[in-house]
């Protein structure tokens, strides 16, 4: 009787059959994926945060002084007025407007004749007119329908400049007019060509200084 010799098969000979990933390494590759899977999420997130709810920007001048100094990084919450398409300048709609005293960052239209597209310039600035008042700024004083304003933020180191003066003038529908509060030492609706910025033009308004070279102080400090 012939028999038939029986060999179990080795790891050496199971490499016939074709060779199997350790488990290991799969595992490996799996965790990998997940990291990079997690962190496309995240970057995403932070993406749209950035584009339609909050956005950080630094103050470049002192146009804005006592309030905002040089240096001082804020948050702009992009809610405060209405929703904007991520990454558009276009309004989806909005369910506020902004008041009197709001500080805010903005854009303007484009200034033919000038070197730089300013519409591409972020701009922070007070408003300090809303459409359908009379606005004049006379004898470092802001009127308002004929009215003084007090302003206890505003400030005239130069003692008013005469190319600081503004003549009484209606600020149209869906505009407003807006003022540095450092008022000797801002380039604001003043200076502008057309007086008035369109609110939809209005990026956010201003809500904290999260971080200043000024001084430590000045973090946590909301802006009013």
């Known amino acids: ?60 001048s002192e146009s804005m002084k006592p309030t905002l100094q040089k240096g001082d990084h804020i948050l702009v919450s992009k809610f405060s007025y209405g929703f904007r398409i991520p990454f558009m300048k276009e309004v989806l709609f909005s369910y506020a407007a902004p008041k009197r005293g709001d500080v805010v960052v903005f854009t303007r239209p484009n200034e033919p004749g000038t070197l730089e597209d300013e519409s591409s310039i972020n701009i922070i600035k007070r408003v300090v007119a809303l459409p359908g008042e009379r606005v004049a700024v006379r004898n470092r004083m802001l009127y308002i329908d004929g009215l003084p304003v007090p302003e206890e933020y505003a400030r005239w180191l130069e003692n008013g400049i005469p190319e600081g003066e503004f003549d009484e003038s209606m600020v149209p529908p869906g505009h407003v007019f807006l003022l540095g509060d450092n008022r000797d030492h801002s380039k604001d609706s003043r200076f502008w060509p057309y007086h008035f910025l369109n609110m939809d033009l209005i990026k956010g308004r201003a809500l904290i200084i999260y971080w200043s070279w000024y001084s430590p102080t000045r973090i946590g400090q909301t802006i009013r």
């Not at 990998?32 to 709810?53: D, E, I, M, N, Q």
Request: avoid cysteine; charged fraction near 25%; hydrophobic fraction near 45%.
């Open 1 to 60: 009787m012939t028999t038939i010799e029986h060999k179990p098969i080795s790891k050496k000979n199971g490499s016939e059959f074709g060779k199997v990933k350790p488990a290991g390494l799969t595992k490996e590759y799996s965790e990998v994926y997940s990291f990079f899977k997690t962190l496309a999420v995240f970057l995403l997130l932070a993406f749209l945060l950035r584009a339609s709810v909050v956005e950080a920007f630094k103050i470049p």
